[in-house]
């Protein structure tokens, strides 16, 4: 099985800050990698497919890259309503694997 | 609109079975590969398996943890796909989501989610 690695856990950040948060493979994935984002309570939202596309309706402030076995999701200005833990998902190969999430909190 | 709604969740003993509904709205059921994912209290995202379209041969895929005890299944029909779990167990206490897979794109990912239904596994 594809070991999805996300760092860091978590992270303190202010409106406005540019956040990076990154996602290792275990073995090559091609750009088969997904990103979605959960608030508290709520179901996983659908960012970005492919590595870098964005899903309809997303704004652009997010963003994706990467290609292989290391990745990026980088938030470009921090809102409020950025605030929330971010997964990835590798859908290369079965069975598909998340990685344990990013915690992005209030500073 | 696209729309995903999860039912059939509830307290169950273990060993016993249950069954959840992944109800489909607002697009063509039957185009689209499901996904099923599930969220302990207080963790992370965990996979659990997967029904191809039709187009595909409906097959389907599972997480090692569920492999032999859970079954999905779908009834293009109805727009419905459906989660068996079998010989449950406390671990799969979770919040189960259905979401769809979109095959337009290399690969199976994922495009919407439903709302989640809860899964208590206790005597």
């Known amino acids: 099985d594809i070991q999805m690695t996300q760092s860091p856990s978590s992270l303190s950040a202010s409106v406005g800050d540019r956040v990076t948060i990154t996602c290792r493979a275990s073995?090559?994935?091609?750009?088969?990698l997904a990103w979605f984002q959960q608030k508290p309570g709520k179901a996983p939202k659908s960012l970005i497919y492919?590595?870098?596309s964005l899903q309809s309706g997303v704004p652009s402030k997010f963003s994706g890259s990467g290609s292989g076995t290391d990745f990026t999701l980088t938030i470009s200005s921090l809102q409020p309503e950025d605030f929330a833990t971010y997964y990835c998902?590798?859908?290369?190969?079965?069975?598909?694997?998340f990685g344990g999430g990013t915690k992005v909190e209030i500073k | 609109e696209v729309q995903l709604v999860e039912s059939g969740g509830g307290l169950v003993q273990p060993g016993r079975s249950l069954r959840l509904s992944c109800t489909a709205s607002?697009?063509?059921?039957?185009?689209?590969?499901v996904s099923w994912v599930r969220q302990a209290p207080g963790k992370g995202l965990e996979w659990v398996g997967f029904?191809?379209?039709?187009?595909?041969?409906?097959?389907?895929e599972y997480a090692a943890s569920v492999k032999g005890r859970f079954t999905i299944s779908r009834e293009d029909s109805k727009s419905i796909a459906y989660l068996q779990l079998n010989s449950l167990k406390t671990e799969d206490t979770a919040v189960y989501y259905c979401?769809?897979?979109?095959?337009?794109?290399?690969?199976?990912?994922?495009?919407?989610w439903g709302q989640g239904t809860l899964v208590t596994v206790s005597s």
């Open positions: 979401a769809r897979n979109n095959g337009y794109t290399p690969g199976w990912q994922i495009d919407y």
């Open positions: 607002g697009f063509t059921f039957g185009d689209y590969g």
């Open positions: 029904i191809r379209s039709k187009a595909y041969g409906g097959t389907t």
């Open positions: 073995q090559g994935i091609s750009n088969y």
């Open positions: 492919a590595a870098s």
């Open positions: 998902q590798q859908y290369n190969s079965f069975p598909f694997t």
